[in-house]
């Protein structure tokens, strides 16, 4: 690519656990011969998410403890501005947004002086949970709903495990809000190349970032009252066992729960939860990690701060 050209920017927006690092991890598995810059913000204080694309991509920076829409968007800005300085250069850029994070400001980050002559803006895809969207509580509906309302594209995704029932009510739902709805329905965001990028979207229909959801940057904005984190670690490994058993009694208001844990016979073990659904993946031959960490992402007020501390302690074998 040209030095001069403007480097395409993808978005991937979508709630807590709805499939953005799945598709991520994809898109860095067949490069198509693209260098790919990504950024990865994750909510909360540790970044699982930029340890599964770590192994896919040595063009990444990983923002954590913040959202990029809003109180770390200014990082966000430094990181892109960063990716474009490294020589070579990226093709083009990724970013995948927290889950509680609003598309439009992102996409409006990219008009800064810093980044407004070297990036544009290529697609911002909206990835809906089919089979979890259903249980979310109204608020999480509302900003699920709002992160689509952004996109440009709504990838209503784990169509293999929603029924046609959920899938249909859920295409009803957003069909109201959001009246000129381009939604592909996929299994771990697999969708063709050509759907994903270059795609020239025409948004004159979209209202900007700020006209889109009176979404104040600074004072009146903040998700530290909308949503909580909690975060586990420890320096030894963890056994699966009592793993599998904290697990089961995880609390019922924790949103999403993820984590990269040492795993005592060498490898890791992973560990995804969305909603009720708890996926704990060993990985022999992954590498060890520093250390196992696991974050949780709730509503403020509904646990005690040592909660997961005191869940996932008794896991710990040695350190
Ligand atoms: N059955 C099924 N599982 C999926 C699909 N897509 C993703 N998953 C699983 O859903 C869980 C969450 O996926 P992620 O890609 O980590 O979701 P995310 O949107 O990046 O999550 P956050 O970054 O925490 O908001 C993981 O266990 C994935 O393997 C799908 O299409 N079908």
């Known amino acids: 690519m040209n030095r001069t050209a403007r480097v395409p920017v993808t978005i991937l927006t979508g709630f807590l656990g709805a499939g953005k690092t799945t ?53 966000m800005i430094g990181a892109i501005a960063g990716l474009l300085d490294r020589e070579p250069a990226p093709d083009r850029i990724v970013i995948e947004a927290s889950g509680v994070s609003r598309p439009l400001p992102i996409a409006d980050a990219l008009d800064d002086d810093a980044l407004s002559d070297r990036t544009a803006l290529d697609g911002i895809f909206c990835l809906i949970d089919g089979e ?43 069909a109201g809000p959001i009246p000129r709805l381009r939604l592909i329905r996929t299994i771990e965001g697999d969708l063709p190349r ?16 700020h006209a889109a959801h009176h979404h104040d940057h600074g004072a009146h904005h903040d998700h530290d009252h909308e949503f909580s984190t909690w975060s ?27 984590g990269i844990l040492r795993a005592p016979m060498g490898g890791r073990i992973v560990l995804q939860g969305v909603g009720k659904r708890i996926r704990i993946t060993p990985e022999a031959d992954a590498a060890l990690p520093a250390r196992s960490s696991v974050v949780a992402i709730g509503r403020p007020g509904t646990l005690e701060e040592n909660w997961l501390s005191d869940l996932l302690g008794p896991c710990g074998v040695d350190a």
Do not use: Y
């Open 23 to 75: 598709l991520l991890q994809r898109i860095l598995a067949d490069p198509q011969g693209m260098r790919i810059g990504v950024l990865v913000n994750d909510f909360g204080a540790i970044n699982v998410d930029a340890d599964l694309i770590a192994e896919s991509t040595g063009e990444s920076v990983s923002l954590q403890n913040g959202c990029v829409c809003c109180s770390i968007r200014d990082d």
């Open 132 to 174: 979890g969207f259903g249980s979310l509580d109204f608020a999480a509906t509302e900003l699920a709903i709002e992160q689509a309302a952004g996109s440009d594209v709504v990838l209503l995704n784990k169509t293999d495990i929603a029924s046609e029932a959920a899938l249909a009510a859920i295409e009803a739902t957003l």
């Open 194 to 209: 050509a759907l994903l990028f270059d795609t020239a979207f025409d948004r004159t229909d979209r209202p900007s970032g």
């Open 232 to 258: 586990w670690s420890h320096e030894g490994t963890v056994d699966m066992s009592r793993l599998r058993s904290a697990m089961r009694r995880l609390p019922h208001d924790v949103l999403r729960v993820k």
